[in-house]
């Protein structure tokens, strides 16, 4: 009987960890050593992060704050939008690479397992609208018979649909979702549609990358709720030690401003650390 | 010294000079002889030269000396592990007492079918990939389904979606072609099928962002490689219904229809027939097609082999907002019903396990039948119209419905194996179903993965068993349960139907099974070292009939393993084929 017992506690961990975006990992492809770099803080990213760049200046603060010297890997990134392989791929390069991976989404519900824990926010950063006609001043001057673009499978997608659904049928808008913002841009351009609902960072490096995307305009998108991403690192639980000198060293780059510095430097709007106002 | 240190050297190189003829001069590749259009026609039957052993995909071998009554004496006599870790999904093929194994990361390996000894080994360089492309990383550790013969060539697909074409006596590249972008998210994972000299193959990474609007069954020339036609999945033009399918979302913004098996061919008829998976975004809520049945997507598609145009099609889960994607094997089965010959395919094309059948010159749908507990399908009509559960279409994000089968399946990539013998479809199922929510349970910030989650698998309600070997009898106006085997743990490989009367499966207890194609009695069983994987193969030589039965790491094992804890599951070392022949001298 206790053994049964045993066995379905075991069964009942085991789904309970389980999720479609993992396979299981091989044990073999996992590391079972412990590094011994006692000054050296190993940073990964996902390669395809949004604000890598920021995220590594973010980094190297947090590095120069515990007295550590900031070692940076490529990470991995590239996935689909179904998420298959993330949570594989992520559990190998924690194991086996990284002490940090930066750039992660702190959210509610969030999709990790148990073996991974969050910092708190370094920084949060909102979804915008942005759109090219001069005649719309804000959402609401958009007519439902026109299109809006959204960022493919995003916080900011997440909110808007949850809105439109809200709508009566024939106030509802057409909602395309799009993977390669560049071309999302080119359909604002070129009139495909009217909008596009898009994270602040994203359009930021739009502006300085697409001639396309300089001249859209950000305009409020009220009634739909304001959506910040609120991005902070992950760690592994069990360096409950680091956990907390890196969340010490967060508050204390957004409490003397540093944070809002990096910020600058990137034309990012948003909130150093948590914003908590915030959706 | 020096003089002594030559001589040795001397001695040593002389030894190695004279092992090498030595060894080549009893190589069984010395009467390899080529796999010829007339042999892929009407393979052998010592032979097994397809995936599922021949353009049928019936799975079906003519051998008999292994039957109900030899099967007890059975004994191990060679084993041999994989060149490399990862999920096992493979299919060894053999011909002329070659074998040609195919492991993760585009690794193959020739060995003496006989004797076990390595002839050979193929390792393909592939690039390195960038830290970007981690899903590739993911897919090249779990490679599907097989590689294929042809002539004196063995062609391999590859994670980097290469066309790789070896020389079978000697495992070097005859010549291989970049066939797509795979900086775009394109990676192979299924195996090609030789039809009418052309390398027919089907591409996949078709829900990764980069390769919006695009999902390919391709034609190459066998010879040259060149490209001679391609049939996109989820855009075509030529039929303005598939375009309207998808509600107002244009090309540049659809994703997903992966064909996930490899296609059969009937020469007859100038067809090859492929199953197609899941949209993506898997929610309709999230990829904004609205009622629309977003085909091709989970259909069987008929394509003309000479054009790669469409003769038919036939959709088997329109609306699909749950992953229950249906692109497993199709199998063709010729049956003679009053003087008239039916040209059936039949097929458990999806994950929710309903059994098809259509007439495969026309694409007539025939007749359908249930066979695991699955909730998403409400009504199949007489014409074949497939009618969802509308009440299981979410219609907010975060709000979760239970779906049943799960996204592990009901069928998942094992393939069934159909028995002219007893005109029985032996498949196998596991019983499962899970919570499906809409959701962006966002990773990385602002990257776009995750947008559906899954909850745990769970048995239905009022079932014990996971586990269900499934015998299906089939005819042009209806299929049948004729047996059905339930078990705790999970089939994990594909079946094998011989003419000795013996249907063969394993699962995730890590045994083999040989059942009674009549009566699904268990006639003998062998426990591995792991669970059973990829497809269990049977060949003659030198006039001894052979069983090889690969085993290994299998997410099919681990995705209910909690319905089946008494069960252990070993780690992933263990991916290794074990072949078995009749002892003589028993009784």
């Known amino acids: 009987m206790v053994r049964w017992l045993a066995a379905a506690v075991l069964g009942l961990a085991v789904i309970t960890s389980a999720r479609a975006q993992s396979y299981g990992v091989p044990s073999e492809l996992l590391k079972n ?45 590239g996935y689909p939008t179904s998420g298959d392989g993330f949570l594989d791929e992520l559990q190998i390069a924690m194991t086996n690479t990284c002490d940090i991976m930066m750039g992660m989404t702190v959210q509610e519900n969030s999709p990790f397992p148990e073996w991974a824990a969050l910092s708190r926010p370094y920084v949060s950063l909102p979804y915008v609208l942005a759109v090219k006609d001069e005649a719309y001043m804000s959402l609401a001057d958009i007519p439902v018979t026109r299109k809006l673009g959204t960022a493919l499978s995003s916080m900011g997608e997440r909110v808007f649909i949850t809105w439109n659904q809200q709508q009566p049928e024939g106030k509802r808008y057409t909602r395309l979702p799009y993977a390669d913002m560049d071309l999302m841009t080119k359909r604002v351009t070129d009139g495909s549609i009217a909008g596009m609902i898009v994270w602040q960072p994203v359009l930021a490096a739009l502006r300085k990358s697409n001639p396309e995307a300089a001249a859209l305009r950000i305009i409020p998108m009220a009634p739909v709720p304001e959506t910040m991403t609120r991005v902070g690192v992950l760690m592994k639980a069990r360096d409950t030690f680091l956990r907390s000198q890196i969340d010490q060293a967060i508050d204390a780059l957004v409490a003397d401003g540093s944070i809002a510095a990096i910020m600058a430097q990137f034309s990012y709007e948003g909130v150093p650390g948590d914003a908590r106002n915030a959706q | 010294m020096n003089f002594d240190i030559r001589k040795n050297f001397l001695v040593a190189s002389i030894a190695l000079i004279a092992f090498a ?21 009407n393979p052998p039957k010592s032979d097994w030269l397809f995936w599922r052993g021949s353009y049928t995909n019936q799975g079906f071998s003519h051998l008999d000396q292994i039957n109900k009554e030899t099967v007890k004496n059975l004994e191990l006599v060679w084993a041999w ?30 060995l003496d079918a006989k004797t076990g000894d390595l002839l050979w080994t193929y390792r393909h360089v592939l690039p390195e990939l960038p830290a970007s492309w981690s899903y590739q990383a993911n897919q090249a550790r779990r490679q599907k389904a097989s590689i294929a013969l042809a002539g004196d060539k063995v062609v391999l697909t590859t994670p980097d979606a290469k066309l790789v074409v070896l020389e079978a006596k000697t495992g070097k590249v005859a010549w291989e072609k970049q066939v797509l972008d795979w900086q775009k998210g394109y990676s192979y994972t299924v195996g090609p099928l030789i039809a009418d000299n052309k390398i027919i193959s089907a591409i996949s990474g078709c829900s990764i962002a980069g390769t919006a609007g695009a999902c390919y069954i391709m034609a190459h020339d066998l010879e040259t490689g060149e490209e001679i036609w391609r049939f996109n999945t989820i855009d075509d033009p030529d039929n303005p219904k598939q375009g309207e399918s998808w509600g107002e979302v244009p090309p540049e913004n659809r994703w997903g229809g992966t064909p996930w098996a490899t296609g059969s061919y009937d020469p007859e008829l100038g067809l090859t027939f492929w199953g197609v998976g899941m949209p993506g975004p898997y929610a309709e809520l999230i990829r904004g097609s609205g009622k629309g049945s977003v085909l ?12 790669g145009k469409l003769k038919w099609y036939y959709q088997h889960l329109p609306r699909d907002n749950w992953d229950l994607d249906s692109p497993f094997e199709r199998v063709l089965v010729d049956q003679e019903v009053d003087g008239k010959v039916h040209k059936l395919l039949i097929s458990v094309p999806g994950k929710n396990g309903i059994a098809f059948a259509l007439d495969r010159e026309t694409g007539k749908y025939l007749w359908s039948k249930e066979t695991v507990k699955q909730n998403v399908v409400s009504k ?36 069934g194996a159909y028995s002219p013998l007893t005109k029985t479809f032996y498949v196998p199922l596991t019983e499962a179903c899970n919570e499906v929510t809409p959701t962006q349970s966002e990773f990385t910030a602002g990257n776009a993965v995750g947008s559906v989650k899954f909850g745990p698998r769970v048995l239905p309600e009022g079932i014990k068993e996971a586990g269900l070997f499934e015998a299906l009898s089939i005819n042009p106006t209806q299929g049948d349960h004729k047996w059905q085997h339930r078990q705790r743990p999970t089939p994990t490989s594909s079946m094998l139907a011989t003419a000795g009367g013996l249907v063969f499966g394993g699962d995730a207890g890590r045994y ?32 001894e009939q052979y069983l090889v039965v690969p085993t290994g790491f299998s997410n099919s094992a681990s995705s209910i393993s909690s319905a089946f804890p008494e069960v252990p599951l070993p780690n992933g070392n ?13 009784e």
């Open chain 2, 574 to 586: 263990g991916n290794s084929i074990f072949v078995f022949k009749l002892n003589q001298d028993a």
């Open chain 2, 296 to 307: 091709y997507t989970n259909s069987t598609i008929a394509l003309d082999v000479k054009t």
């Open chain 2, 380 to 415: 199949i009509d007489p014409d074949g119209t497939v009618h969802i559960n509308e009440d299981l279409v979410p219609t907010a994000v975060g709000q979760p419905v239970f779906a049943c089968t799960s996204v592990s399946g009901g069928k998942l990539w094992q393939a």
């Open chain 1, 33 to 77: 050593t412990r590094r011994i770099e006692g000054d050296t803080l190993h940073v990964c990213s996902d390669a395809t992060g949004k604000i890598r760049a920021f995220d590594h200046a973010v980094a190297n603060a947090i590095a120069e704050m515990l007295f550590l010297r900031a070692e940076f890997h490529e990470g991995f990134g």
């Open chain 2, 21 to 41: 003829p030595a060894a080549s001069a009893q190589s069984v590749l010395d009467d390899y002889t080529p796999v010829t259009a007339e042999l892929l026609a």
């Open chain 2, 512 to 543: 083999i099974k040989a059942f009674d194609q009549e009566t699904g009695e268990v006639l003998w069983q062998q426990r591995l070292n792991a669970p059973i994987g990829g497809s269990p193969v049977t060949y003659e030589v030198d006039g």
């Open chain 2, 81 to 110: 592990p994989m060149a490399d870790v990862g999920i096992q999904e493979t299919v060894p093929l053999v011909h002329d007492g070659v074998m040609f194994l195919q492991t993760s990361n585009a690794i193959v390996e020739a």
